[in-house]
């Protein structure tokens, strides 16, 4: 990367969207800088200002543009370091892709986060639709070691950031995904030994320490 | 392109389908269109989209893609050799893919609370909400004579669909979207008087008929 390339990363040390991106700024051997942002206590000029509609991490600042919304700047890393590519060559492979990074992007954080909102019926209703979206994603994998196929591509770098919470929802839930969805859960320990995964993934108890925290913020303990 | 089988499995009314109409209309491109019953899905559709069974759907060659904004990038990306859609530039790219998510997570809810309000209250709120995203939209759009500039593209065509359903809005909320946003209604004008984007437009005012006839049935009038 030339010397005049400069990378910021507003972050939050816990959120899975901005693991996410170091994922992906790890894949491609990028160096940035990071800006821990106090969310629940006050953001920072700098993040209100770099992301003034939605005002939340991750947000990347290249040479001090920013990149808002972690699927977004995944695509963006992707395309102006196109070096190793993380989408497929073809067409129709990306269309693929996208199906199905948006396909995780609308289902996956939510049906955790009714996981750890809801207590009785209801947290048995969300465990079972967690499940099924996994039992999805475990049906577009199929028989690959990864979504791309044979190698770890860009729906992998969008799914696995997420799954440092996974955790926290199986004590909530009651449940383990080892026993419910073993391919998706060697799929997980097949990307945790990459590097770039490894050298990000959230310590799966801090996670479950902070959901006891917003559990206790939202009243449901 | 000889050879390329194109069917557009689609529902008139949906904006969501519109912008697929209008980017195949752009390229020039030939393909069948067919009109899918929602109360009575077609076997294809089931097959074609089995995740979201959602319309639209563009099969091209017999394999499916599904998700508007994504079908309108395949398109771009297939048939890349004119009338570009999307911008080159990685940057340029993400802010166009950012407003296109934008308009996705917004106005199509808020647009619902007019559309299917149970009360006046209800209504209202969808009205402020679609009038708020509106300015958010006229402040991106600038000075411009196109979101995406000089020319007719990727975000314009996220956003003109919902032309078709301006008449249901302003008529159930009772307020004019020309008083309130003149820059925006000055922007779908210019877009109207493109002939691809007029031939892809369902009639306003059938839409509304269709709402009304809608609102009957689900006894909410």
């Known amino acids: ?221 | 392109m000889a050879g390329d089988e194109l069917i557009l499995l689609n529902y008139w009314i949906s904006m969501f389908g519109a912008r697929v109409r209008i980017a195949l209309e752009e390229k020039g491109l030939n393909y069948e269109y067919r009109e899918e019953n929602l109360q009575n899905k077609s076997p294809l559709l089931l097959q074609m989209n089995p995740v979201h069974k959602k319309i639209p759907v563009l099969i091209h060659n017999g394999k499916p893609i599904c998700e508007s904004n994504i079908i309108v990038q395949y398109i771009d990306e297939f048939w890349n050799d004119k009338t570009p859609l999307l911008p080159s530039d990685p940057y340029e790219k993400a802010q166009a893919r950012f407003w296109a998510d934008y308009i996705d997570k917004k106005l199509y809810d808020s647009g619902r609370k007019i559309t299917w309000n149970k009360n006046k209250e209800e209504a209202e709120e969808g009205k402020k909400e679609v009038l708020e995203i509106f300015k958010v939209l006229e402040g991106a759009l600038g000075d411009k004579p196109y979101f995406g500039g000089e020319n007719f593209g990727y975000v314009d065509i996220s956003l003109i669909g919902f032309h078709m359903w301006f008449y249901a809005y302003e008529t159930i909320a009772n307020f004019s979207i020309e008083a309130e946003c003149p820059k925006l209604m000055a922007w779908d004008k210019r877009c109207l008087e493109r002939k691809t984007v007029a031939k892809s437009l369902g009639d306003p005012k059938a839409v509304y008929d269709i709402v009304l006839k809608s609102r009957k049935i689900k006894g909410l009038d």
């Not at chain 1, 507003?10 to 106090?38: C, H, M, N």
């Not at chain 1, 600042?61 to 808002?68: A, C, E, Q, R």
């Not at chain 1, 977004?72 to 196109?82: F, G, K, L, M, S």
């Open chain 1, 1 to 221: 990367m030339p010397t005049n390339e400069e990378l910021l990363l507003l972050d939050l040390w816990v959120s899975p969207f901005s693991t996410r991106v170091k994922i992906a700024l790890a894949e491609k051997g990028l160096s940035y800088k990071t800006q821990e942002e106090d969310v629940l206590g006050g953001k920072s000029d700098l993040l209100l200002k770099s992301n003034p509609l939605y005002a939340k991490v991750p947000v990347l600042l290249h040479n001090g543009k920013p990149v808002v919304e972690s699927t977004n700047i995944v695509y963006y890393i992707d395309e102006t370091w196109p070096s190793p590519q993380l989408l497929p060559a073809c067409s129709y492979g990306k269309s693929t892709a996208r199906f199905w990074a948006d396909f995780i992007d609308k289902k996956v954080f939510d049906a955790g986060r009714n996981i750890w909102q809801s207590k009785g019926e209801e947290l048995e209703a969300a465990k079972n639709e967690f499940i099924d979206i996994l039992k999805k994603l475990e049906g577009a994998m199929g028989d690959k070691d990864y979504f791309g196929g044979d190698k770890f591509g860009f729906v992998d770098v969008i799914l696995i950031g997420l799954t440092t919470w996974f955790y926290a929802y199986e004590k909530y839930g009651g449940f383990k995904i080892e026993k419910e969805c073993p391919k998706f859960a060697a799929w997980v320990n097949r990307c945790k030994e990459r590097d770039s995964v490894a050298k990000n993934y959230i310590d799966p108890e801090r996670t479950h320490e902070f959901v006891g925290l917003l559990r206790k913020m939202h009243g449901v303990e």
